[in-house]
T-cell receptor, first 118, second 117 residues
């Protein structure tokens, strides 16, 4: 079974700073997907960014980018020019590649509570 | 698109009562997932459906929990009888079918916060 580990329960940075959230995972699969989801106080789970394991290029979405190190099984999220609205829980998640016979669920880490200070 | 719709948003009930949580997936999505979020255990997959058929219910904690998907636009998660340890946030998520590029992205509802007293 896959496991996802987020070693930082809480982080706090000043507005406009850059922050990196860590995530490691364990799997025997060679192809899979990795995700970062954001959960603000509203409780809604919002997809931030997605990475496909067979792609070597790191995914980017505006101020959000990842550092995907497949050999090290590491998938960190970098938030540049952090904003007050980035304050939220951030969850790293793993999913096997869709096989066509069924779609597996996500395996989540325990989350990192990110606080952006004004 | 209205997104995944869950109801109720909050549910407070007494121990021993039956609780039914509801979910309407995004139209056209083929797979539906139920997750539970607690402080102790984080987010856990309970069960998922593919084309209305339950594929994996190994995450369902015990026989008190049951889930159904009678059609492509509706699913329920039922707890009978409910216990205080069932208190959690329950999320429903859906994902497009294999022909869509976003087939591996799960779109979540706003969740139902269940409190069992």
């Amino acid at each position: 079974a896959q496991t996802v580990t987020q070693s930082q329960p809480e982080m706090s940075v000043q507005e406009a700073e850059t922050v990196t959230l860590s995530c490691t995972y364990d799997t025997s699969e060679s192809n899979y997907y990795l995700f970062w989801y954001k959960q603000p106080p509203s409780r809604q789970m919002i997809l931030v960014i997605r990475q496909e394991a067979y792609k070597q290029q790191n995914a980017t979405e505006n101020r959000f980018s990842v550092n995907f190190q497949k050999a090290a099984k590491s998938f960190s999220l970098k938030i540049s020019d952090s904003q007050l609205g980035d304050t939220a829980m951030y969850f790293c998640a793993f999913k096997e590649v869709y096989s066509g016979g069924g779609a597996d669920g996500l395996t989540f880490g325990k989350g990192t509570h990110l606080i952006i200070q004004p | 698109d209205a997104g995944v719709i869950q109801s109720p948003r909050h549910e407070v009930t007494e121990m021993g009562q039956e609780v039914t949580l509801r979910c309407k997936p995004i139209s056209g999505h083929n797979s539906l997932f139920w997750y539970r979020q607690t402080m102790m255990r984080g987010l856990e997959l309970l069960i998922y459906f593919n084309n209305n058929v339950p594929i994996d219910d190994s995450g369902m904690p015990e026989d008190r929990f049951s889930a159904k998907m009678p059609n492509a636009s509706f699913s329920t998660l039922k707890i009978q009888p409910s216990e205080p340890r069932d208190s959690a946030v329950y999320f429903c998520a859906s994902t497009p079918g294999p022909a869509r590029r976003a087939k591996n992205i799960q779109y979540f509802g706003a969740g139902t916060r269940l409190s069992v007293l």
